[in-house]
């Protein structure tokens, strides 16, 4: 099958102490050390959310679809959902089922620690040491346990994870891999998922299209743009947002003071914005008897979808047996106005989870409990780190990513990057394509009459990590997608991305080149 490559959106490194919020203490707020200063849970008001329920939250299965979890970190370890019963899994690139378990804290569908290997699915799903940690950042933003004296907490004190590796890093996700996991997560009772990562045009036969359709009572929590800035969205039809499915909310990000972000609006594509700045969460990095690896939040899509989806817990935790589409449209409508997102999302405003509890037990017949009095609550702002971090911040206010210097020299490319950075080659073909909806997309009966165009297919990458700063390397343009695959006659070409270890990427430097043999 076609593997077709899906962006993962940036992470994140530190970025400025959450700024001072008016906040009123709640019987429900999060007492950890860092849950005072995390701004986005005071924004949507989440703590006030738990006063008014009274009933116990029932626990959600969850899946974060992305480089897995560190499943041994405690903000994370007490929060693992097992599977409960013997299963299945789909392993599409050998043709082949692998058998889970019962009890079995997850899966790694794609295996091996560098991404542009074949796929070596294998037991252990846990995002491997020495990597960017995506997966377990935005975990820890939905579900990172509560009043454990650890850090921050995660938007929803119920999700329980069913852990997933579902990409590598650098950017290497497939529809295929996705769609396995879906199948297999939904088929053990998840009901909320979360994509912090893009995908392109999702063909009719599409494997991630098809497992979402085929799957009704999970909710797909997805964005509609990476980290760009501030822009339309509707006209490059982002998917899955745009599936026209009553099982997906696409979110996009809001500024501190409810106003747009690094994220892309839309009036049809985007169906709320949530805050991401200023929030705290896990990282990568936990050793048996020192210091829970965390760190501060900025603004970013791969925060976007967690947040939403924390929400969205919270709801089916409520009451398990409504549907998503219930879950979503309480979401939706509930949202508080905002002047900036009015005609800019299809709610006009920022998700309000304690507007979202109100309406959504409304809706179901479920009486509030009556929220108890709420006295003014000092805010303590984020710690300030004793060392200044080495990694600069990545946001659209405060932007440092990689520079790159390249001389190009025949089929080589000589590359001096800024700061240590992971150097990656992406090499693509030009393939025919019809332009549809602002978009290049692949032939198709339906498209005949559609004009012409040239669209890029990736066939293969090359990669060097920890190349130092200020020092040169020589990247080779292959002529080969490994050593039995010389790549076809045609026109190719290659996109150099230098990217920190903080997941900050610079700006794309393309190369052409012609293959005549």
């Excluded at 210097?405 to 693509?428: D, M, Q, Y």
């Excluded at 066939?459 to 292959?478: K, N």
Aim: hydrophobic share 40%; aromatic share 4%.
């Amino acid at each position: 099958m076609t593997r077709r490559r899906l962006l993962t959106t940036g992470l994140l490194a530190a970025c400025a102490a959450a700024a001072a919020l008016p906040s009123f203490a709640s019987a429900a707020a999060p007492t950890d050390p860092q849950a005072a200063a995390q701004q986005p849970l005071q924004l949507m008001h989440v703590g006030e959310a738990l006063d008014l329920i009274a009933r116990p939250l029932a626990d959600v299965p969850v899946m974060v679809a992305d480089t897995g979890l560190e499943w041994n970190n405690p903000d994370i370890a007490p929060r693992l959902w097992r599977t409960p019963v013997d299963s299945q899994v789909a392993d599409p690139d050998n043709d082949t089922t692998r058998d889970v378990p019962a009890g079995s804290i997850g899966w790694d569908f794609i295996g091996g620690a560098n991404p542009g290997r074949s796929t070596r699915p294998d037991r252990d799903p846990a995002d491997p040491d020495g990597q960017s940690g995506h997966g377990t950042a935005v975990a820890g933003v939905l579900g990172a346990a509560w009043n454990n004296g650890q850090g921050g907490a995660g938007v929803a004190p119920n999700a329980r994870f069913l852990a997933a590796r579902t990409c590598w890093d650098g950017d290497l996700c497939f529809e295929h891999i996705q769609g396995a996991a879906i199948d297999w997560a939904a088929g053990l009772g998840v009901r909320v998922v979360s994509f912090s990562w893009l995908s392109g045009p999702l063909d009719a036969d599409s494997p991630l299209r098809t497992a979402i359709v085929d799957h009704p009572n999970v909710l797909f929590v997805t964005i509609p743009s990476g980290n760009g800035g501030a822009e339309d969205a509707d006209p490059q039809d982002p998917q899955p947002c745009n599936l026209g499915v009553g099982n997906v909310i696409c979110v996009s990000t809001s500024s501190p003071t409810d106003g747009l972000d690094c994220g892309a609006f839309g009036a049809r594509s985007v169906d709320v914005a949530v805050p991401t700045q200023n929030n705290f969460t896990t990282r990568n990095g936990f050793t048996l008897g020192g210091p829970v690896s965390q760190g501060p939040t900025g603004c970013a899509t791969s925060w976007a979808a967690p947040t939403a989806a924390g929400i969205a817990t919270i709801l089916f935790g409520i009451d398990p047996s409504a549907t998503p589409a219930d879950v979503r449209s309480a979401i939706v409508d509930s949202a508080r106005p905002a002047a900036a997102w009015q005609g800019r999302s299809v709610s006009g405003g920022i998700a309000d989870a304690a507007a979202a509890v109100s309406l959504f037990q409304q809706r179901r017949g479920i009486a509030p409990a009556t929220p108890p009095a709420r006295v003014p609550a000092p805010v303590t702002p984020a710690p300030t780190p004793r060392t200044p971090p080495t990694i600069p911040p990545r946001s659209t206010r405060d932007t440092t990513p990689p520079q790159l210097k390249v001389v190009r020299r025949g089929l080589s490319l000589k590359v001096t990057p800024s700061e240590r950075a992971t150097l990656t080659v992406r090499i693509e073909r030009a393939q025919p394509g019809r332009r549809s909806r602002g978009a290049c997309r692949r032939p198709s009966p339906r498209l005949r009459r559609a004009p012409r165009c040239t669209r890029w297919e990736r066939v293969t990458s090359v990669s060097q990590s920890g190349v130092p700063a200020g020092s040169a390397r020589t990247l080779r343009l292959p002529l080969a997608a490994g050593r039995r695959r010389p790549l076809a006659r045609g026109s190719y070409r290659g996109v150099l991305v230098a990217t920190d270890a903080a997941g900050n990427s610079s700006k794309p430097r393309t190369f052409a080149y012609e293959i005549r043999r």
